[in-house]
C-alpha cells in the first residue's frame, strides 16, 4: 500500500473518529448496535448540515434577484420552492422508470452468506496448485486448479486484495505468491460465463455465488389498515419527481414565466445493497434537487450554465478546485433519453489516489419527464412504451403538462436541466475538506500539533467563542453579556470559561469555530477584546462596542 493512500486512510479515520468525538454524526440506533446504512446527525452535525441546506437555498433560491442577468446566464430567470410529500402515487414511479428500472443486480455468496452488488465484483484468472484432503481419510492429492478470484475493494487495492485471497484460495504462504500463475488482468465478473469458476470475496471454495438477481431500490410500504397488494405505496427514491408532477400546479399558481427553476430539498430513501464510506452510501439521505425548465432550443446553453454554475458553488465554500471534477458521460452511460449528463466529483479521502465520488449530477433531461408524466412511460425511443397486449405498459397522468409561451404565441413541452445535489455528501465533502492537522506555538512558544477544521464561515456550526482568560476580576461578567449579544444577533456562539486558554482555542478549532474572543486583564482599562482567527491565528483588539458588528461583517452578513 503506498504511504500517501495509507495516510489518507489515517485521515478518514480520523474523520470519523472526530465526527463521533465532537457530535457531528453518530451511528443511527448504535445503543441497539446500528444499522447498516443510516446515520444521525449530532448537534453540531445538525448545525453543519443545516448550514449547508441553507447555503444552498439562500445562492439558488433565496438571495436569487430575477430581474437581473447573472453571470453567464443566458437570460434572467426566477428561481421557486417547493415541498412535495415523500410517499406519492404510485404511478408516478411507474411513469418515471423507477418501477421498472430503478434496480441493481446483486448475488449471494453461500458460504459467506454476503451479498454482493454485481457491478462492482472484479476479479483475475488464475492458476496453482492446491492440495485436498480426501474426506475421511489422510490423503493429500495435489492438482492444478483454474479459478477467477475476485475481490469488491475499490481502485488500486483490487489488485492487492486478489492476490492475498488467491494465496488463502491455493492455500500458499505469501512468499511462494510466484507460484499463481496469473491468467488474466483484473476484469469485471460480468465478463465469465460461468459463476461456477468464481471464487467470491469471502469464500474459500469455487461456486459458491447465487445467479444475480435484480433487486429493486426502492423501499416498499403500505397504505392504509387494510392495505392489500393495490395499496402498494414507495419510498421516493429521488425528490425530483415531486416537481415534475407540480409543473402544472406551479405555471398556474406562481406566474412563472419560461426559463425559470423549481428547487426542492428532501429526503430520499434508496435501498442500497453496499452502504459504504460513512454518509456517502446510505439508505437514507437529503437531496437538494433543482429542475429547471426551459426552451427546447436554449437548453444546451441552459446545460453549459448549470454546470459550471453548480461546480462553482462548491469551490466559492471552500472546495479546492483541485480536489474537484466535472465529469462528462460517455455516450454509452448516458440515459436513453439525456443529451448530456455531468457529474461534479470530490477526492474523498477514502477512495483512491486518482478516483473521485459523485457529490452532484447535473443532467440535461429533455422533455421525457413531463411527457412520461403526460402520455406514459416511454421508451427508448420516446414512443409510450407498450405491453405484451399492445397497450400502454404504464399510463400517465392523461392530463396536458406542456406550456404555452403567450408572447411568442407557441406551446411545447419545456426541456429540462437537473443539478441534483446531496446534502450529506456536500457536508462530508465540506468535512472532508476541512480536516487539517498542522503545527502551531502553544502560550509558551512550544510546537503544537492541532487539528483544525477549515470549514468556511458560513458552514462553521459555531461561529464564535467567547472566553474569559481568567473566571475572576469581572472578567466572566464582560464575556457573558458579548455572549448574550452575539445570540440576540442571531450568531451561535458558545461561552466558555473552563481549563487554559490554549485548549480552549485548540476545542474550538476541532470543531471549525472561526473566530474566538477573550476577554483579558487589559479589557476593563480599554473595553476592548482581543479577536483571534481559526486559520491566520492572528489576534487584534477590538472595542467590545464594535465587536458584534465585526464578527457580522467577517460572517459577510
Ligand atoms: P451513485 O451512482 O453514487 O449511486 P446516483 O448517480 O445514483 O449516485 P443520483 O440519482 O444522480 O445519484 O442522485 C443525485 C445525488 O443524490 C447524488 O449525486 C448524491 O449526492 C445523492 N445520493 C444518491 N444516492 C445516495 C446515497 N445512497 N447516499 C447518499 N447520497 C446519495
Redesign the pocket.
Known amino acids: 500500500m503506498s504511504n500517501q493512500k495509507k495516510n489518507e486512510e489515517n485521515r478518514m479515520e480520523q474523520i470519523v473518529a472526530l465526527c463521533k468525538r465532537r457530535g457531528f454524526l453518530f451511528q443511527s440506533s448504535e445503543i441497539y448496535g446500528g444499522v447498516n446504512?443510516f446515520w444521525d446527525y449530532g448537534p453540531l452535525g445538525t448545525e453543519l448540515k443545516r448550514n449547508v441546506r441553507n447555503a444552498w437555498w439562500e445562492d439558488m433560491v433565496s438571495t436569487h434577484d430575477e430581474l437581473s442577468c447573472l453571470e453567464n446566464a443566458p437570460k434572467p430567470f426566477a428561481m421557486v420552492g417547493l415541498e412535495s410529500s415523500i410517499i406519492m402515487h404510485p404511478q408516478v414511479w411507474k411513469c418515471s422508470g423507477h418501477y421498472d428500472l430503478f434496480h441493481d443486480f446483486m448475488v449471494d455468496c453461500t458460504e459467506s452468506k454476503k451479498r454482493y452488488r454485481f457491478d462492482h465484483m472484479r476479479g483475475r484468472w488464475a492458476e496453482a496448485e492446491r492440495k485436498t484432503k480426501s474426506e475421511g481419510s489422510d490423503e493429500v492429492t495435489v492438482e492444478t486448479v483454474k479459478a477467477f478470484i475476485t475481490s469488491m475493494e475499490p481502485g488500486e487495492e483490487v489488485e492487492e486484495s486478489i492476490t492475498a485471497h488467491a494465496l488463502k484460495f491455493f492455500g500458499l504462504k505469501s512468499k511462494y505468491r510466484d507460484k499463481i500463475n496469473w491468467l488474466s488482468e483484473v476484469l469485471p465478473i460480468s465478463s465469465i460465463d460461468n459463476l461456477q469458476e468464481a471464487v467470491a470475496p469471502e469464500a474459500t471454495r469455487k461456486g459458491t455465488l447465487t445467479e444475480p438477481r435484480e433487486f429493486n431500490l426502492m423501499f416498499k410500504t403500505t397504505l392504509g389498515a387494510l392495505g392489500g397488494a393495490d395499496d402498494a405505496a414507495f419510498l421516493r427514491?429521488?425528490t425530483a419527481q415531486g416537481i415534475f408532477v407540480n409543473f402544472k400546479n406551479v405555471v398556474d399558481s406562481s406566474r412563472v414565466k419560461i426559463p425559470f427553476g423549481i428547487a426542492q430539498i428532501g429526503k430520499?430513501f434508496?435501498n442500497?445493497i453496499t452502504?459504504r464510506n460513512f454518509?456517502?452510501?446510505?439508505?437514507?439521505?437529503?437531496?437538494m434537487?433543482i429542475e429547471f425548465f426551459c426552451h427546447p432550443d436554449e437548453s444546451s446553453q441552459w446545460y453549459e450554465y448549470w454546470r459550471s454554475r453548480r461546480f462553482n458553488w462548491y469551490t466559492s465554500l471552500g472546495i479546492a478546485a483541485e480536489h474537484l471534477i466535472l465529469r462528462e458521460h460517455h455516450q454509452e452511460e448516458l440515459a436513453h433519453y439525456s443529451v448530456g449528463t455531468a457529474?461534479?466529483e470530490y477526492a474523498f479521502p477514502f477512495l483512491s489516489e486518482g478516483e473521485y465520488?459523485?457529490?452532484?449530477?447535473v443532467?440535461h433531461r429533455g422533455d421525457f419527464d413531463l411527457r412520461s408524466h403526460m402520455e406514459g412511460k416511454l421508451d427508448s425511443d420516446l414512443n409510450v412504451e407498450l405491453n405484451e397486449h399492445g397497450q400502454p405498459k404504464h399510463r400517465g397522468s392523461g392530463k396536458d403538462l406542456s406550456y404555452f409561451d403567450d408572447q411568442a404565441r407557441q406551446r411545447f413541452v419545456p426541456h429540462v436541466i437537473e443539478p441534483?445535489?446531496?446534502?450529506?455528501?456536500?457536508t462530508l465533502a465540506f468535512l472532508c475538506e476541512a480536516y487539517q492537522q498542522d503545527e502551531q506555538p502553544d502560550d509558551k512558544g512550544k510546537m503544537q500539533s492541532r487539528t483544525v477544521l477549515k470549514l468556511h464561515p458560513r458552514l462553521a456550526p459555531v461561529k464564535a467563542a467567547v472566553f474569559p482568560l481568567i473566571k475572576k476580576e469581572g472578567m466572566p461578567e464582560v464575556a457573558a453579556k458579548i455572549y448574550h449579544e452575539f445570540r440576540e444577533a442571531g450568531i451561535n456562539a458558545q461561552y466558555d470559561q473552563q481549563g487554559a486558554i490554549g485548549r480552549r482555542y485548540r476545542r474550538q478549532d476541532e470543531i471549525g469555530t472561526p473566530f474566538c474572543i477573550t476577554v483579558d486583564g487589559q479589557t476593563a482599562n480599554d473595553q476592548t477584546v482581543t479577536l483571534r482567527d481559526r486559520d491566520t491565528l492572528e489576534q487584534e483588539r477590538i472595542p467590545i462596542k464594535k465587536v458584534t458588528e465585526e464578527i457580522q461583517s467577517r460572517l459577510g452578513r
Open positions: 446504512g427514491p429521488e430520499s434508496r442500497e452502504p454518509t456517502f452510501r446510505s439508505r437514507e439521505f437529503e437531496q434537487e457529474d461534479i465520488g459523485e457529490l452532484e449530477g443532467a441534483s445535489a446531496g446534502a450529506d455528501r456536500g
